[in-house]
């Protein structure tokens, strides 16, 4: 669920190696449509040790020339950078074992017994896929393959966990409450870094 469309895992195949260069992770990948597309990428240091407002920023600025050198998006676009927040998507192998005792959505991209949208707890990850205690008891086992999106719920619990990990996101009255986004226009190459801003 990292990437979903061919677009998308092009994108994810340019962008990896530079994280991981830089000690983080791609844990999710978007490009939205629109009159300039947006393309959304989201990160973590790996291992989803504490990231910040500085880390997107350091990323950012080492992709933007790989991205100008391959030229993956014919016109002008967005390119935003953050990192996963609290209620966090969960894409990869590995994210629900990280999670266990939270609380969970997930759609399944095929339905079981005509439903896709389920809520519960998670309960492990194993081979067979993330394990989740449904409401109503019942237990649903999905590989992240299966999935179309998997997200944290926001609880009192999920939030005192993610300040224990030190990983609780700037507060509002914060002065880096918001995150790099970046606009690229191909047709010039002058960078204005203090706006944000690729022209």
Not at 134 to 154: F, I, K, N, Q, Y
Request: aromatic fraction near 2%; include cysteine.
């Amino acid at each position: 669920m990292i990437a979903l469309t061919e677009q998308e895992r092009r994108l994810l195949d340019l962008i990896r190696p530079v994280a991981e260069g830089l000690g983080m992770e791609i844990v999710r990948l978007r490009v939205q449509g629109g009159r300039r597309p947006h393309l959304q990428v989201m990160a973590e240091r790996a291992g989803g040790a504490p990231t910040d407002v500085e880390d997107c920023a350091r990323l950012s600025r080492a992709m933007s020339p790989v991205l100008d050198a391959a030229d993956p998006i014919s016109e002008a676009y967005m390119l935003e950078v953050s990192t996963p927040g609290i209620d966090r998507p969960l894409t990869r192998p590995g994210d629900f074992a990280r999670w266990i005792g939270h609380a969970v959505k997930v759609e399944l991209a095929r339905p079981i017994d005509g439903r896709r949208r389920f809520t519960g707890t998670i309960t492990g990850e194993d081979e067979a896929g993330a394990h989740i205690e449904l409401d109503d008891e019942t237990e649903l086992v999905a590989g992240v393959h299966e999935m179309s999106r998997a997200s944290l719920v926001l609880t009192d619990e999920l939030i005192a966990a993610a300040r224990a990990a030190g990983n609780l996101p700037p507060q509002p009255d914060e002065d880096d409450e918001t995150l790099a986004d970046f606009e690229i226009d191909e047709t010039e190459d002058d960078t204005e870094e203090e706006t944000g801003d690729l022209q």
